[in-house]
């Protein structure tokens, strides 16, 4: 199973940006699709982005236009760049590897990093 690590949760003021990574082991990411998920307490958790193997990203509606999801084949690497952070934002953010696409979008796997806890304050 694949393991993955979240860095870059942060608090931060709305209006700012984080950029949240996940890096992954093994050496076969590149076939892998990708998620960011987040999560609040008492709350399901929600698909924020994912990026499939060829490179296209899809967006939760709360997050267009202000987040990105990229991907580094080369250095196992899955990026949420957040930009216009609000408060309902905050949560902690997990990376999810090897979904599959349905036609209702990303379904996750089992494969689940430990999260990274994203704070924005007015």
């Known amino acids: 199973q694949v393991r993955l690590v979240e860095s870059g949760g942060d608090l931060v003021q709305a209006g700012g940006s984080l950029r949240l990574s996940c890096t992954a082991s093994g050496s076969d990411f590149s076939s892998k699709n990708m998620a960011w998920y987040r999560q609040v307490p008492g709350k399901q958790r929600e698909r924020v982005a994912d990026i499939s193997s060829s490179g296209t990203a899809n967006y939760a509606d709360s997050v267009k236009g202000r987040f990105t999801i990229s991907r580094d084949n080369a250095k196992n690497t899955v990026t949420l760049q957040m930009n216009m952070l609000k408060l309902e934002d905050t949560a902690v953010y997990y990376c999810?590897?090897?979904?599959?696409?349905?036609?209702?979008?990303?379904?996750?796997?089992?494969?689940w990093g430990q999260g990274t806890q994203v704070t924005v304050s007015s």
């Open positions: 999810n590897a090897g979904g599959t696409y349905y036609a209702a979008g990303y379904f996750p796997t089992r494969s």
